[in-house]
């Protein structure tokens, strides 16, 4: 069921420049919003300062531009809120639902490679077998006083809340399993707060109530439904789309050096022609 007043919004990470793959997604989100008579937003997820640059920030604006893909009311970076993400975290912390991590990649690595297997989270990652929330309070004051560098995790445990869900176009009523995840990392060693705890709260603050996005971070939602839940945040509709891929059949991504946008615009290809397929390519209204 998709609400009746709609703002969807695409919200890249400057860590490269725009393939078909985000402009599929960016024309989808527009496509959306535009149909009901409501509002599409743009939002940088600049938060990984070892990986967003500038560069490909003022690009991202640029490329959006030339195919005709306008947005509504100003650009939101997420670098210039992290107050905002400080805040979450802190009333997460003074409802005992976080912890530091003091562990490392390649201690958890060990710690699992111990065990007979490994599990892994829906989106892939190795499950967090735990290991810093079961550090008592001196242990965990002993190593911050060290200066010893952490990361914040969710107990899962504690924060858990059963018969979450959320209501998918096209598909109705699904049914969440946020515990899949584990101890999930809301802040990072080497950035102030985490992708789940940073588009979560953004989609709230933004008023966004259709989340339209690639089916590869369906498995994310429940994740979000939950830190929706555990802050009182309303909750968007969601619409997860098939993803573009190549002539092999695999997924356009910057890693596989996918053709961007700015490629295309270099070889002469019209913008128009590009809309043409995306139009083509984007999946009907509910």
């Avoid at 060693?189 to 940073?198: G, R």
Wanted: aromatic share 6%; proline share 8%.
């Amino acid at each position: 069921m998709v609400p009746m007043s709609v703002t969807t919004r695409f919200a890249p990470s400057p860590t490269g420049y725009l393939h078909l793959g985000h402009a599929f997604s960016a024309f989808n989100a527009r496509k959306r919003a535009r149909d009901a008579g409501g509002r599409f937003l743009l939002r940088l997820e600049d938060i990984d300062p070892a990986r967003c640059r500038p560069e490909f920030a003022a690009a991202i604006v640029e490329d959006l531009n030339w195919l005709g893909l306008d947005w509504d009311g100003p650009v939101r970076v997420q670098s210039e809120h992290l107050a905002e993400y400080r805040a979450v975290l802190d009333r997460l912390a003074a409802q005992g639902l976080v912890y530091p991590c003091f562990c490392t990649r390649s201690d958890v690595m060990r710690e699992l490679s111990a065990s007979a297997a490994a599990p892994h989270a829906p989106d892939g990652a190795p499950l967090y077998p735990g290991t810093c929330r079961r550090l008592s309070p001196r242990q965990r004051a002993d190593r911050l006083g060290a200066g010893e560098r952490w990361a914040l995790r969710l107990d899962m445990a504690a924060a858990l809340r059963p018969g979450l869900f959320y209501e998918e176009a096209g598909e109705g009523r699904i049914a969440c399993h946020p515990e899949a995840f584990g101890d999930v990392v809301l802040a990072r060693k080497d950035a102030p707060a985490s992708y789940h705890l940073c588009v979560t709260h953004d989609d709230a603050v933004q008023g966004v109530t259709l989340v339209t996005r690639g089916e590869d971070l369906r498995p994310s939602t429940d994740l979000h439904r939950l830190i929706q839940a555990l802050m009182g945040w309303p909750v968007p509709a969601y619409a997860h789309h098939r993803l573009i891929v190549d002539t092999d059949g695999k997924r356009l991504a910057k890693r596989n050096r996918a053709v961007t946008l700015r490629d295309m615009r270099e070889r002469g290809i019209p913008p128009m022609e590009i809309i043409e397929r995306l139009r083509a390519e984007a999946p009907p209204a509910p």
